[in-house]
C-alpha cells in the first residue's frame, strides 16, 4: 500500500520560509515522478513543482525562484522549500507520487496523492 504523508504546513508571515516534507512508503521511491501540488479554496490543483526519477527539476510559474524542490532517496522523503512566501501562496499543499512515469508535469500524470498540509500566509 502506498502511502505519502505530509508534514511542515503552517502559518508564516508574508516574505517568511516553510519546508515541507513528504516521507513515503509502499513502492519503490527512486524509480517515479514525483511532485508537490496546491489547491485553493475555490480554485483548480495546480502544480507547484515536480521532480523526475533522475532529479530533473521543474517549476510552476506562479513559484519559480522562490521554492526548491528535492528528494533524499535514503530517507525516502520529498522535500519543498519556500522562500519569500506571499499571501497568494496559500493553499493546502499536496505531495504525488506516479505510478508509471518518470516525468510529468500534470495532475493526471500522478496517481498517489498525500492527505495535504495547509500553508497559510498573513499579510
Known amino acids: 500500500q502506498v502511502q505519502l504523508v505530509e508534514a511542515g504546513g503552517g502559518l508564516v508571515q508574508a516574505g517568511g520560509s516553510l519546508r515541507l516534507s513528504c516521507v513515503a512508503s509502499?513502492?519503490?521511491?527512486?524509480?517515479?515522478?514525483m511532485g508537490w501540488f496546491r489547491q485553493a479554496p475555490g480554485k483548480e490543483r495546480e502544480l507547484v513543482a515536480t521532480?523526475?526519477?533522475?532529479?530533473?527539476?521543474y517549476y510552476g510559474d506562479a513559484v519559480k525562484g522562490r521554492v526548491t524542490i528535492s528528494r533524499d532517496y535514503g530517507k525516502n522523503t520529498l522535500y519543498l522549500q519556500m522562500n519569500n512566501l506571499k499571501p497568494e501562496d496559500t493553499a493546502v499543499y499536496y505531495c504525488?507520487?506516479?505510478?508509471?512515469?518518470?516525468?510529468?508535469?500534470?495532475?493526471?500524470?500522478?496517481?498517489?496523492w498525500g492527505q495535504g498540509t495547509q500553508v497559510s500566509v498573513s499579510s
Open positions: 521532480i523526475s526519477s533522475g532529479g530533473s527539476t
Open positions: 509502499g513502492r519503490p521511491f527512486a524509480t517515479h515522478a
Open positions: 504525488a507520487s506516479s505510478q508509471y512515469m518518470t516525468w510529468g508535469n500534470r495532475t493526471s500524470d500522478y496517481d498517489y
